[in-house]
């Protein structure tokens, strides 16, 4: 991806509303990587913590 199709999708983002955005640019024989660990740590409206204690009650509707 060229310098140009990436500062056109950052606009475009920025447009759409996002605040955060992660880029890296790696090789292919790279296993691990930082920025793709850091978007999925990062904490969305969607996406809770696990609950740090399970309740044993029943559901009820």
Known sequence: MTEQEIASQLVA?????????FQ??????VHRRPEMEAALAWPTPSRSPPPTR???SPCTR
């Open 13 to 21: 983002l920025e447009k759409a509303g996002c605040t955060k955005v």
């Open 24 to 29: 890296e640019k790696i090789s292919t024989r």
């Open 54 to 56: 399970w309740s044993s």
